[in-house]
Structure formats: structure tokens, C-alpha cells
């Protein structure tokens, strides 16, 4: 089972949209996969069509509570299940940090999970607890970054938080891949970006680059992945190739 956290502490990178749209990807490719929103934002939750009903459970509950994550996920389509987030996350961070373990509590909730070939992870736009807890439960960091300047500039400071937490956990978890987002041919910047995180990360950056398409941003509003809502769309043309390339790295053994 490969464990993947997408991750930038910047937002607005199209980091979520990844999330959604790699998971469904994958699922279709014949894939099992489990998305889990560690944002307290919950877009990645609500954007593919998930309201938590009275009662239910979320990662919170199994973050703070040791709630049984089987019991809490939620269906998306065959092949793509969701562990879902709510605005309680926002009060995990401090909750944590009084907490044994508080870095290990994702890892020790997925632990006992069963049954998939990859376990993807929204984690929020900060570098906090949530985001730790994220680094720790997983052997894969994928950075979403968007093909412009400053967001680029950024990256120095993430490299050094995965650099601390490789020092400290032992976990074996180290930067997988780089995804280009938000890319439009047109614009000499994006190119020249891309050309400097190729030559900066080498082969850690996908050769695909997910292009900047209305689509990709009118899915969420309807509640569906990019393949159930425009599956001819240079989107889903752009994820398709993306999860193709992240199915490669398991016959390299990546």
C-alpha cells in the first residue's frame, strides 16, 4: 500500500484539486483508494459531494478520539472512499499538542486500514500539527506547485520542514514528486518555471504539467472529480496522464 500526502504550505496551489482528482484517477485505473481531508477547510470533502450528517464521524474523531477510521469513511464511487474533515479540525492544532504522541496520531489511526493501494492525504496549507501528523503517516510527499514565481520561491521552506521530520520520525518519508498546476503554455513565466523546477528536482518533477482549465474549478461546485464531470476536458486529459506516470513508479519500485 503506498501512503501519499499532498503537500504545499501555500494555498491556492491546486493541492486539493490534486488530491480529488489523482484519487479518482487511480480508482478508475483499477486502483483502491482512501482520500483523507486534513484540512479544516474541507474542500476536499464538500467538493466531492460529502456533508457530514448529525453524529458522524470525521478524521477529528480519529485524530483526538481514536475513532475507528473504517466506521468513518465515506463511499465516493467504486474503487474511492473518503475519510472526511469538518471545521472541528481547526481546533486539532492546539488539541494536540497536550496529547501523547500527538505527531503519530494519524499514522496509529491508519494503521489498522485495510484494503487499499494507496491512501492519499489533503493535508492543510500550513506547516502545523495537522501537517506533521500528514508527514508522519505517510512514505510519499507529492508537492502541487503552481508554475509561477513566488509560489516556487516557497518551496525552500517546505524542503526544510520534510528534511526535519526525515531526521526525526524514521518513517522512511521523502518528496516523491513535483506537479506542475495551474500551467498555461502562453505565458513565458510558466515556462520558464517549469524549466527551473525540472532542472532544480530532475525526475522527482511529473513530466505531465495539469494546465490551467475551467473545468478543473467548475468541478468541485458540482460535487464531482474531474473524470464524472467533463471526462473530455484537458483536465481529466491532464490527471489521466499524471495517475499513468504515478502507476509507473510502482513498476520501478519508486
Same mark, same amino acid.
Given at each position: 500500500?503506498?501512503?501519499?500526502?499532498?503537500?504545499?504550505?501555500?494555498?491556492?496551489?491546486?493541492?486539493?484539486?490534486? *488530491? *480529488?482528482?489523482?484519487?479518482?484517477?487511480? &480508482?478508475?485505473?483499477?486502483?483502491?483508494?482512501?482520500?483523507?481531508?486534513?484540512?479544516?477547510?474541507?474542500?476536499?470533502?464538500?467538493?466531492?459531494?460529502? &456533508?457530514?450528517?448529525?453524529?458522524?464521524?470525521?478524521?477529528?474523531?480519529?485524530?483526538?478520539?481514536?475513532?475507528?477510521?473504517?466506521? *468513518?469513511?465515506?463511499?465516493?464511487?467504486?474503487?474511492?472512499?473518503?475519510?472526511?474533515?469538518?471545521?472541528?479540525?481547526?481546533?486539532?492544532?492546539?488539541?494536540?499538542?497536550?496529547?501523547?504522541?500527538?505527531?503519530?496520531?494519524?499514522?496509529?489511526?491508519?494503521?489498522?486500514?485495510?484494503?487499499?493501494?494507496?491512501?492519499?492525504?489533503?493535508?492543510?496549507?500550513?506547516?502545523?500539527?495537522?501537517?506533521?501528523?500528514?508527514? %508522519?503517516?505517510?512514505?510519499?510527499?507529492?508537492?502541487?506547485?503552481?508554475?509561477?514565481?513566488?509560489?516556487? =520561491?516557497?518551496?525552500?521552506?517546505?524542503?526544510?520542514?520534510?528534511?526535519?521530520?526525515?531526521?526525526?520520525?524514521?518513517?522512511?518519508?521523502?518528496?516523491?514528486?513535483?506537479?506542475?498546476?495551474?500551467?498555461?503554455?502562453? =505565458?513565458?513565466?510558466?515556462?520558464?518555471?517549469?524549466?527551473?523546477?525540472?532542472?532544480?528536482?530532475?525526475?522527482?518533477?511529473?513530466?505531465?504539467?495539469?494546465?490551467?482549465?475551467?473545468?478543473?474549478?467548475? *468541478?468541485?461546485?458540482?460535487?464531482?472529480?474531474?473524470?464524472? %464531470?467533463? =471526462?473530455?476536458?484537458?483536465?481529466?486529459?491532464?490527471?489521466?496522464?499524471?495517475?499513468?506516470?504515478?502507476?509507473?513508479?510502482?513498476?520501478?519500485?519508486?
Amino acid at each position: 500500500m503506498r501512503t501519499i500526502a499532498l503537500l504545499n504550505q501555500k494555498g491556492g496551489v491546486g493541492k486539493t484539486t490534486c *488530491a *480529488a482528482n489523482i484519487g479518482a484517477g487511480l &480508482a478508475l485505473l483499477g486502483r483502491k483508494v482512501l482520500l483523507v481531508d486534513m484540512d479544516p477547510q474541507a474542500n476536499l470533502t464538500e467538493g466531492l459531494g460529502v &456533508a457530514l450528517g448529525t453524529g458522524q464521524a470525521s478524521v477529528y474523531d480519529c485524530l483526538i478520539n481514536c475513532h475507528d477510521v473504517e466506521s *468513518a469513511v465515506v463511499r465516493i464511487t467504486e474503487g474511492l472512499d473518503i475519510l472526511p474533515s469538518c471545521i472541528d479540525l481547526a481546533g486539532a492544532e492546539a488539541e494536540l499538542i497536550s496529547l501523547q504522541g500527538r505527531e503519530w496520531r494519524l499514522k496509529t489511526a491508519l494503521s489498522t486500514v485495510d484494503g487499499y493501494d494507496y491512501i492519499i492525504i489533503d493535508a492543510p496549507p500550513s506547516l502545523g500539527q495537522l501537517a506533521l501528523n500528514t508527514m %508522519y503517516a505517510v512514505r510519499e510527499i507529492f508537492i502541487p506547485l503552481q508554475t509561477e514565481y513566488y509560489p516556487l =520561491k516557497g518551496v525552500a521552506k517546505l524542503l526544510e520542514t520534510v528534511a526535519e521530520v526525515q531526521k526525526w520520525s524514521n518513517t522512511g518519508t521523502a518528496i516523491a514528486g513535483i506537479v506542475g498546476t495551474c500551467y498555461d503554455s502562453r =505565458k513565458n513565466l510558466n515556462k520558464e518555471v517549469v524549466a527551473q523546477f525540472r532542472e532544480h528536482f530532475g525526475e522527482l518533477a511529473f513530466r505531465t504539467v495539469i494546465r490551467d482549465n475551467v473545468a478543473l474549478a467548475e *468541478a468541485p461546485a458540482a460535487s464531482l472529480d474531474i473524470f464524472r %464531470y467533463a =471526462k473530455s476536458s484537458r483536465g481529466a486529459e491532464d490527471y489521466a496522464a499524471l495517475c499513468q506516470e504515478i502507476i509507473a513508479m510502482e513498476e520501478t519500485g519508486d
